[in-house]
């Protein structure tokens, strides 16, 4: 009694004598981004401790002279995501599927959900994975998740009180292994056992010109809604089928698009957008999906990459676009509004574009320019 009264000793003292995590790679299979992997089991995600000893504390913040409780930190992990941010498309398998494959299950029991992931090629299986992870201890389940600042907090969440008595003293420190698990699962298992060939290492990369037809200085100013508003207008060209989504990498602000059949995601590829204020150009025509990227630096001569699919994902060309010298200098950013089928090739309408004293988007130059295929 010394130490004090700590409900969660049992269930630390077998974690912290439990494997946490196994994984077992005998050859790492190559799979192409435009292959779907076969996806079979009952696991769609998986919710965890980041560290699994942590317990429910108290914070306080001088600013508003009140505290709160503050939860320990839960991370998530849905598979479909991880699989495509991998640069995999994934299919919904059946388990009399003879390809390559991927299968999952999962159980469980408490606070503890135990993982298993296999890697098949045919009949052969090349990578396995299992994993133990706490989500929560015993009464632990009246957790919101979230930490909640307010004031009168502590006076009125009885259970929370009545909680931190039962397990927060020092067992909590000698037990503590500092286990943390920051990588999720399935997003480690990946890295470790597949090796995503991308198609377009197998497709030729076109290099063309663009040919200035026509440029005008109007000073237009914009919202930056009217870009999104245009972003949406194209996506509706593809029956449903495409979606842009916002990403963060380290940070930084990009964008992913999605390909969809009948609702279900199968495919998805990571656009880069400069400036990261406004949204990617995506355009959709004739049962083709157009995507453009830029270089870096920005220069006169910028070059536009051009990306070419059709509505499944399936990558289909790639070209480099060099733009012809064009007047304006220093130019903050340039964007594409515009993109149309002209003959035997295509038209682009490309803006330089500038920050006025008001943060609206100010047009400094209007450009046509053709590519020919």
């Given at each position: 009694m010394l130490l004090g009264y700590n409900v969660r000793i049992p269930s630390m003292l077998t974690d912290r004598y439990s494997e946490t995590e196994h994984m077992e790679v005998?050859?790492?299979?190559?799979?192409?981004?435009?292959?779907?992997?076969?996806?079979?089991?009952?696991?769609?995600?998986?919710?965890?401790?980041?560290?699994p000893y942590e317990t429910l504390s108290i914070g306080g913040d001088e600013g508003c002279m009140c505290t709160y409780w503050v939860f320990p930190k839960r991370l998530e992990e849905q598979f479909v995501e991880s699989m495509l941010s991998s640069g995999l498309r994934y299919s919904k398998g059946k388990n009399s599927d003879t390809g390559q494959k991927l299968t999952t299950h999962k159980t469980q029991t408490g606070g503890i959900t135990n993982l298993s992931i296999e890697l098949w090629d045919g009949k052969e299986k090349t990578a396995s994975y299992t994993g133990r992870f706490r989500s929560h201890y015993?009464?632990?389940?009246?957790?919101?998740?979230?930490?909640?600042?307010?004031?009168?907090?502590?006076?009125?969440?009885?259970?929370?009180?009545?909680?931190?008595?039962?397990?927060?003293?020092?067992?909590?420190?000698?037990?503590?292994?500092?286990?943390?698990?920051?990588?999720?699962?399935?997003?480690?298992?990946?890295?470790?056992?597949?090796k995503v060939v991308p198609?377009?290492?197998?497709?030729?990369?076109?290099?063309?010109?663009?040919?200035?037809?026509?440029?005008?200085?109007?000073?237009?100013?914009?919202?930056?809604?009217?870009?999104?508003?245009?972003?949406?207008?194209?996506?509706?060209?593809?029956?449903?089928?495409?979606?842009?989504?916002?990403?963060?990498?380290?940070?930084?602000?990009g964008y992913s698009i999605i390909f969809t059949n009948n609702g279900e995601r199968v495919s998805s590829a990571l656009l880069s957008t400069l400036p990261p204020r406004l949204p990617p150009k995506v355009f959709c025509r004739d049962g083709k999906v157009y995507s453009f990227?830029?270089?870096?630096?920005?220069?006169?001569?910028?070059?536009?990459?051009?990306?070419e699919y059709d509505l499944s994902g399936k990558l289909l060309a790639i070209s480099d676009i060099k733009m012809p010298p064009l007047e304006f200098k220093g130019v903050p950013a340039r964007h594409i509004i515009g993109f149309s089928k002209a003959g035997t090739g295509h038209e682009l309408t490309v803006l330089d574009i500038g920050r006025g004293s008001g943060m609206d988007i100010i047009e400094l130059s209007r450009y046509i320019v053709k590519v020919e295929d």
């Amino acid at each position: 009694m010394l130490l004090g009264y700590n409900v969660r000793i049992p269930s630390m003292l077998t974690d912290r004598y439990s494997e946490t995590e196994h994984m077992e790679v005998t050859r790492v299979l190559s799979i192409t981004d435009s292959q779907p992997l076969s996806v079979i089991g009952n696991a769609d995600d998986i919710v965890f401790r980041k560290y699994p000893y942590e317990t429910l504390s108290i914070g306080g913040d001088e600013g508003c002279m009140c505290t709160y409780w503050v939860f320990p930190k839960r991370l998530e992990e849905q598979f479909v995501e991880s699989m495509l941010s991998s640069g995999l498309r994934y299919s919904k398998g059946k388990n009399s599927d003879t390809g390559q494959k991927l299968t999952t299950h999962k159980t469980q029991t408490g606070g503890i959900t135990n993982l298993s992931i296999e890697l098949w090629d045919g009949k052969e299986k090349t990578a396995s994975y299992t994993g133990r992870f706490r989500s929560h201890y015993f009464l632990e389940d009246t957790f919101s998740g979230d930490t909640s600042k307010n004031s009168s907090g502590l006076q009125h969440n009885l259970r929370y009180w009545i909680l931190y008595l039962l397990q927060h003293n020092v067992w909590n420190y000698l037990l503590d292994d500092r286990t943390i698990i920051s990588e999720p699962p399935l997003k480690q298992f990946l890295a470790k056992a597949v090796k995503v060939v991308p198609e377009s290492d197998s497709l030729p990369r076109q290099q063309v010109s663009a040919k200035l037809i026509s440029e005008t200085h109007s000073g237009q100013s914009y919202k930056d809604s009217e870009f999104t508003a245009l972003l949406n207008s194209e996506l509706n060209k593809c029956g449903g089928a495409v979606t842009v989504k916002p990403h963060y990498d380290k940070g930084l602000k990009g964008y992913s698009i999605i390909f969809t059949n009948n609702g279900e995601r199968v495919s998805s590829a990571l656009l880069s957008t400069l400036p990261p204020r406004l949204p990617p150009k995506v355009f959709c025509r004739d049962g083709k999906v157009y995507s453009f990227t830029y270089n870096r630096p920005y220069t006169e001569s910028l070059v536009f990459h051009m990306s070419e699919y059709d509505l499944s994902g399936k990558l289909l060309a790639i070209s480099d676009i060099k733009m012809p010298p064009l007047e304006f200098k220093g130019v903050p950013a340039r964007h594409i509004i515009g993109f149309s089928k002209a003959g035997t090739g295509h038209e682009l309408t490309v803006l330089d574009i500038g920050r006025g004293s008001g943060m609206d988007i100010i047009e400094l130059s209007r450009y046509i320019v053709k590519v020919e295929d």
